[in-house]
């Protein structure tokens, strides 16, 4: 059982263009952490939500936690090549320091 | 710093041999994580350590599959005996994790495993 599911799968567009990608789950977190990783190498955090409705953003990209903290999403603004990698959400449960990541978002950003 | 070390990066190993990956987290770091990434399955948690000591290992496979972690600078994952089934890249990442908070996962760069 997958407990976080993340929409697109696949997304391929071209350079300037925004986006949206979703990671949903019936169960609640107490936090949720998204990464990216870029071939034959490991995940990179990029941030970490814990507050229900918590928006964050770093440069081009905001990251929300759902409100019933659920759900999270990133917005990536006037994409850029270099933004090409498989993105993963990760929620964290109670006081439990284990991770469960989601199923990826393989993002490829055409020039 | 030089991040967390893995070794090997690649395995080819024929069905039925013993595969030992192994790992040297963060220097200061006090938790260790084993992930497997598979394309069917994604990223997946296989077990945990936390100062030392096994604390979950519910993501352990089956009885083929053992980890150690003998002082805080090392960790082993052996798969005795190896299947096809068990390609797969394996990640080793490190933290420090307090009562207060649990702090970012700092990954290995993964070993790439394929069983023939």
């Known amino acids: 059982t997958q407990l976080l599911e993340q929409s697109p799968q696949f997304l391929s567009i071209q350079e300037g263009e925004n986006l949206t990608v979703y990671c949903n789950s019936s169960?609640?977190?107490?936090?949720l952490q998204w990464y990216r990783q870029e071939p034959g190498e490991g995940p990179v955090l990029l941030v970490t939500v814990v507050t229900g409705g918590e928006v964050k953003k770093l440069k081009r990209l905001t990251f929300q936690f759902g409100d019933a903290r659920k759900d999270s999403s990133l917005h990536i603004t006037a994409a850029q090549p270099g933004d090409t990698g498989l993105y993963l959400c990760?929620?964290?449960?109670?006081?439990?320091?284990?991770?469960?990541f989601g199923t990826g978002t393989r993002l490829t950003i055409i020039p | 710093d030089a991040g967390v070390i893995q070794s090997p990066r690649h395995e080819v190993t024929e069905m039925g041999q013993e595969v030992t990956l192994r790992c040297k987290p963060i220097?200061?770091?006090?938790?260790l994580f084993w992930y497997r990434q598979t394309m069917m399955r994604g990223l997946e948690l296989l077990i945990y350590f936390n100062n030392n000591v096994p604390i979950d290992d519910s993501g352990m496979p089956e009885d083929r599959f053992s980890a150690k972690m003998p002082n805080a600078s090392f960790s082993t994952l052996k798969i005795q005996p190896s299947e096809p089934r068990d390609s797969a890249v394996y990640f080793c990442?490190?933290?420090?994790?307090?009562?207060?908070?649990?702090?970012?996962?700092?990954f290995g760069p993964g070993t790439r495993l394929t069983v023939l």
């Open positions: 220097s200061g770091h006090n938790s």
């Open positions: 990442a490190s933290s420090y994790s307090d009562r207060s908070s649990y702090n970012e996962q700092f």
């Open positions: 990760a929620g964290r449960r109670g006081g439990n320091e284990k991770l469960t």
């Open positions: 169960s609640v977190f107490s936090s």
